[in-house]
């Protein structure tokens, strides 16, 4: 049977709706796939950002906001060694140290994780471990400049050199334009008395990384040796620029103006230390030199007694402690700082001697202040008017005259002095 023209138009039409539907349905089913997948891998590992790049403060803070939610959400272990990867870029070493322990106890198969660790002990001056865990990422296949240079500054801590100059070796092939490997060769040179070579290190190692803040420090360091001043002040300065809120920075520019003898900028440079990293136990102590020497001993004591609450093991602090209670009078406290001194170090000499003065000072005030002088001075004209009125004290040697032979008489003219007694 023959359709018209009017049925053959609705089937067409038809047709064309269903194939529409048909194939809505299929991008639907696809979509909806691609969003279940998405967001399974939101529930299992969220978003975890790129590292952000150095002093970009305010993409530091949302990375860790994002890397937090991450982990919250999936608690994915590379989420963990980003965060400590950050917090170690921050100086946060403890929360770094327990972010990568988590990642590894969830993956312990990835070397990456293993080579953050092992910059975390490091700079938290276990270099053993450190190196243990540089070893073991080494061993996962992590095959990086960065690891080598690693693995060399711990063998140079360890005073393995030779082994220390292979890994140096082997990251400047893969990377010659890593300037903390030429730093670390550097330190090499330095510590094995080779300063011309370590220098010439540093300044390349300066030109490939300028915001590597160490090599500032040894440059300073070293013409700080040398009584080169004004080319370690130099050095200072340009590591200022670049880091500006560095407490140490400030602390090596104060130690430059020390050896100067420009006391008052040293100060000043102390100063801000203390602002910047109020725990700098150096600070205070070289503040209180320069007070101690101006004669400010209220000053310099609050200063040592800073450095003994941050440091209680800080060499020879009591001694400094009692020699500002000695010159402010207050000898019982002298001597108790002296006597701890002295229980410490019985070599201490100046501890020993203060401890005398004070002892003599307190006697002094406490139970006989007629006899002992309150002051030097005073001691020095006593003397002098004892030298001058108190003749008793001079033994004086009478010429007895000649006795006369007076011929079976007493023999009581012999004697210079009549004897006391019955006759």
Not at 314 to 338: K, S, W
Not at 384 to 389: H, N, Q, W
Request: overall charge positive; proline content about 4%.
């Amino acid at each position: 049977m023959s359709m018209t023209n009017g049925t053959r138009t609705y089937c067409r039409w038809l047709s064309n709706r269903l194939c529409r539907l048909a194939t809505q349905s299929v991008y639907h089913s696809i979509i909806l796939s691609l969003l279940i997948a998405c967001a399974s891998d939101d529930q299992r590992g969220a978003y975890i950002p790129d590292f952000p790049k150095p002093g970009d403060s305010s993409r530091t803070a949302g990375a860790l906001r994002a890397l937090t939610r991450a982990i919250n959400q999936s608690s994915s272990p590379t989420a963990y060694a980003k965060r400590a990867a950050i917090y170690l870029a921050m100086g946060r070493e403890a929360e770094a140290l327990n972010d990568i322990d988590e990642a590894i106890s969830r993956d312990g198969d990835v070397g990456s994780f293993y080579l953050t660790r092992a910059q975390i002990l490091r700079d938290r001056q276990q270099p053993d471990k450190a190196l243990e865990n540089a070893q073991r990422a080494e061993i996962l296949g992590v095959n990086t400049p960065e690891l080598y240079t690693l693995q060399g500054d711990l063998l140079q801590q360890q005073n393995q050199f030779d082994k220390a100059r292979l890994f140096l070796a082997r990251a400047l092939q893969m990377a010659p334009y890593d300037g903390e490997a030429y730093f670390f060769r550097g330190l090499m040179a330095a510590r094995t008395g080779d300063t011309a070579q370590a220098v010439s290190l540093y300044e390349q190692s300066l030109r490939l990384k300028p915001r590597y803040l160490e090599t500032y420090n040894q440059l300073a360091s070293i013409y700080r040796t040398r009584r080169d001043l004004y080319s370690a002040l130099n050095y200072i300065t340009r590591a200022v620029q670049y880091f500006p809120q560095n407490a140490r920075l400030q602390y090596s520019r104060g130690l430059i103006y020390h050896t100067a003898g420009r006391l008052d900028s040293a100060q000043q440079c102390y100063q801000r230390v203390i602002q910047l990293q109020p725990g700098y136990y150096q600070a205070y102590f070289q503040s209180g030199l320069i007070n101690q020497r101006f004669r400010n001993y209220y000053a310099a004591l609050a200063d040592y007694q800073r450095v003994q609450q941050l440091r209680p093991q800080f060499p020879r602090i009591d001694t400094y402690i009692g020699y500002c209670h000695e010159q402010m009078g207050q000898y019982d406290l002298a001597v108790a700082a002296y006597s701890k001194a002295t229980k410490l170090n019985v070599g201490d000499r100046q501890a020993t001697a203060g401890l005398w003065r004070s002892q003599r000072r307190q006697y002094q005030n406490q139970y006989n202040p007629v006899f002992l002088p309150n002051s030097t001075e005073e001691a020095a004209s006593d003397n002098r008017e004892r030298t001058r009125l108190d003749t008793t004290r001079v033994r004086i040697s009478t010429i007895a005259p000649k006795p006369r032979e007076i011929g079976g008489g007493s023999d009581s003219l012999r004697r210079t002095v009549k004897p006391l007694g019955p006759n």
